[in-house]
């Protein structure tokens, strides 16, 4: 099977995407991956076989931008430059994970990507199960996905994309993900 695998963020964010990337390539399956990869965590990355497409800006990279650190230090005065620095980040990471999931079997997302997994997955008519270490997201997208959604002539719905999981009423991702990948001891 051909896997996509995407995450986005620090460490706490990326390494489970790295981990699942990693036993899905051990088990003979094409991994794709599009994480976000700070210089600290190329060599884990490259000790698991994987190499890593970028995906979305380097967060070690923003904190040395002054115009990024002038919008964390005053976010209500820069609410209107962070919501469009948002909404480009959002689009740059879409056409990378648009693209990297073009023929893909499974799109895997992390927690951060959940949202835009969703989209993609829905556009390719894939399925999308989702590598988290915690029970459920704690944030919505809102009406940036809407947009995404409209930019791909993806049908809008009216709830988020943890509902629109094919399997968010029961916890079954685990095991059908085990399954298909064979992971031992699952």
């Given at each position: 099977?051909?896997?996509?695998?995407?995450?986005?963020?620090?460490?706490?964010?990326?390494?489970p995407?790295?981990?699942?990337?990693?036993?899905?390539?051990?088990?003979?399956?094409?991994?794709r991956?599009a994480?976000?990869?700070?210089?600290?965590m190329?060599?884990?990355?490259?000790?698991?076989?994987?190499?890593?497409?970028?995906?979305?800006?380097?967060?070690?990279?923003?904190?040395?931008?002054?115009?990024?650190v002038?919008?964390?230090?005053?976010?209500?005065?820069?609410?209107?430059?962070?919501?469009?620095?948002?909404?480009?980040?959002?689009?740059?990471?879409?056409?990378?994970?648009?693209s990297?999931?073009?023929?893909?079997?499974?799109?895997?997302?992390g927690?951060?990507?959940?949202?835009?997994?969703?989209?993609?997955a829905?556009?390719?008519?894939?399925?999308?199960p989702?590598?988290?270490?915690?029970?459920?997201?704690?944030?919505?997208?809102?009406s940036?996905?809407?947009?995404?959604?409209?930019?791909r002539?993806v049908p809008?719905?009216?709830?988020?994309?943890y509902?629109?999981h094919?399997h968010s009423?029961?916890?079954?991702?685990?095991?059908?993900?085990t399954?298909?990948?064979?992971?031992p001891?699952?």
């Amino acid at each position: 099977m051909k896997f996509v695998v995407a995450g986005y963020g620090s460490r706490g964010d990326v390494e489970p995407c790295i981990a699942v990337a990693g036993e899905l390539l051990r088990g003979g399956h094409e991994v794709r991956m599009a994480v976000t990869v700070p210089p600290d965590m190329l060599a884990f990355v490259e000790s698991t076989g994987l190499t890593a497409l970028p995906y979305g800006r380097d967060y070690q990279e923003l904190l040395g931008d002054k115009d990024f650190v002038r919008m964390l230090q005053n976010p209500i005065n820069a609410i209107s430059e962070a919501i469009e620095y948002v909404a480009q980040v959002s689009a740059e990471k879409s056409t990378t994970l648009t693209s990297l999931t073009d023929g893909a079997d499974l799109l895997v997302a992390g927690i951060t990507e959940q949202s835009l997994a969703a989209n993609v997955a829905e556009y390719y008519g894939i399925r999308w199960p989702r590598c988290t270490s915690s029970p459920r997201r704690f944030w919505s997208s809102g009406s940036r996905m809407g947009a995404q959604r409209r930019r791909r002539s993806v049908p809008n719905v009216g709830h988020s994309a943890y509902r629109r999981h094919p399997h968010s009423r029961h916890n079954l991702w685990r095991s059908r993900l085990t399954t298909s990948c064979a992971f031992p001891g699952w």
